[in-house]
Protein backbone atom coordinates (compact mmCIF):
# COMPACT_ATOMS: atom_id res chain seq x y z
CA UNK A 1 0.00 0.00 0.00
CA UNK A 2 1.25 3.04 -1.17
CA UNK A 3 0.50 5.87 1.54
CA UNK A 4 1.52 9.03 -0.23
CA UNK A 5 -0.32 9.77 -3.51
CA UNK A 6 1.00 13.28 -4.34
CA UNK A 7 2.00 16.57 -2.75
CA UNK A 8 -1.07 19.37 -3.07
CA UNK A 9 0.14 22.30 -4.93
CA UNK A 10 -2.45 25.02 -4.80
CA UNK A 11 -2.12 28.78 -3.55
CA UNK A 12 -3.81 28.25 -0.16
CA UNK A 13 -0.91 24.98 0.38
CA UNK A 14 1.76 26.94 -0.83
CA UNK A 15 0.81 29.64 1.90
CA UNK A 16 0.74 27.26 4.56
CA UNK A 17 4.27 26.03 3.56
CA UNK A 18 5.61 29.25 3.39
CA UNK A 19 4.42 31.14 6.45
CA UNK A 20 3.38 27.73 8.91
CA UNK A 21 6.26 24.87 7.75
CA UNK A 22 3.08 22.89 6.75
CA UNK A 23 2.67 20.35 3.93
CA UNK A 24 -0.23 18.97 1.55
CA UNK A 25 -0.84 15.83 0.89
CA UNK A 26 -2.91 13.85 -0.68
CA UNK A 27 -2.79 10.07 1.06
CA UNK A 28 -4.54 6.84 0.85
CA UNK A 29 -7.77 6.74 2.53
CA UNK A 30 -7.28 3.80 4.54
CA UNK A 31 -3.93 5.14 5.99
CA UNK A 32 -3.64 6.35 9.53
CA UNK A 33 -1.41 9.39 10.98
CA UNK A 34 1.16 6.89 12.31
CA UNK A 35 1.78 5.71 9.09
CA UNK A 36 1.12 9.14 7.28
CA UNK A 37 4.38 10.52 9.57
CA UNK A 38 7.07 7.14 8.88
CA UNK A 39 6.25 7.51 4.49
CA UNK A 40 6.95 11.72 4.81
CA UNK A 41 10.04 11.47 6.87
CA UNK A 42 11.07 7.93 4.68
CA UNK A 43 10.27 9.99 1.27
CA UNK A 44 11.74 13.93 2.39
CA UNK A 45 14.44 13.13 4.95
CA UNK A 46 12.70 15.71 7.74
CA UNK A 47 11.42 15.57 10.70
CA UNK A 48 7.35 15.81 11.34
CA UNK A 49 5.99 17.29 14.55
CA UNK A 50 2.41 16.96 14.01
CA UNK A 51 -0.06 15.58 11.42
CA UNK A 52 -3.54 16.36 10.49
CA UNK A 53 -6.02 14.71 8.35
CA UNK A 54 -8.91 15.21 6.29
CA UNK A 55 -11.45 13.56 4.41
CA UNK A 56 -13.62 14.75 1.65
CA UNK A 57 -16.85 13.40 0.89
CA UNK A 58 -17.52 11.74 -2.36
CA UNK A 59 -19.87 14.06 -4.79
CA UNK A 60 -23.30 12.68 -5.70
CA UNK A 61 -24.33 13.62 -9.40
CA UNK A 62 -27.26 13.18 -11.18
CA UNK A 63 -28.53 13.62 -14.72
CA UNK A 64 -31.37 12.71 -16.97
CA UNK A 65 -30.98 11.16 -20.28
CA UNK A 66 -33.00 9.54 -22.83
CA UNK A 67 -31.97 6.00 -20.81
CA UNK A 68 -33.60 7.45 -17.39
CA UNK A 69 -31.75 9.22 -14.46
CA UNK A 70 -28.06 8.04 -14.99
CA UNK A 71 -26.20 8.64 -11.11
CA UNK A 72 -22.49 8.46 -10.76
CA UNK A 73 -20.23 10.10 -8.05
CA UNK A 74 -16.54 10.55 -7.30
CA UNK A 75 -13.83 8.90 -5.41
CA UNK A 76 -13.59 9.67 -1.47
CA UNK A 77 -10.09 11.72 -1.17
CA UNK A 78 -8.21 11.84 2.02
CA UNK A 79 -6.05 14.57 2.30
CA UNK A 80 -2.57 15.15 5.06
CA UNK A 81 -1.39 18.40 6.37
CA UNK A 82 2.52 17.77 7.91
CA UNK A 83 4.01 20.15 10.34
CA UNK A 84 7.83 19.77 9.72
CA UNK A 85 10.42 20.60 11.97
CA UNK A 86 11.53 24.46 12.14
CA UNK A 87 14.66 24.49 9.79
CA UNK A 88 13.53 21.82 7.83
CA UNK A 89 11.91 22.20 3.93
CA UNK A 90 10.55 19.72 2.05
CA UNK A 91 11.22 20.86 -2.02
CA UNK A 92 7.41 19.67 -3.28
CA UNK A 93 8.57 21.19 -7.06
CA UNK A 94 11.42 19.37 -7.35
CA UNK A 95 9.13 15.68 -6.74
CA UNK A 96 6.55 15.96 -8.93
Known amino acids: ?6 PI ?7 LSEKRNRYTFLVNPK ?3 TEIKHA ?7 KVT ?3 TLISAPIVKAKQTKAGLQ ?3 TNKLKKAM ?3 KEGETID ?3 TI
Open 1 to 6: MSVLIK
Open 50 to 52: AVR
Open 9 to 15: ISEKAND
Open 40 to 46: VEQTYGV
Open 82 to 84: VDI
Open 31 to 33: ANK
Open 71 to 73: IGK
Open 92 to 94: VFG
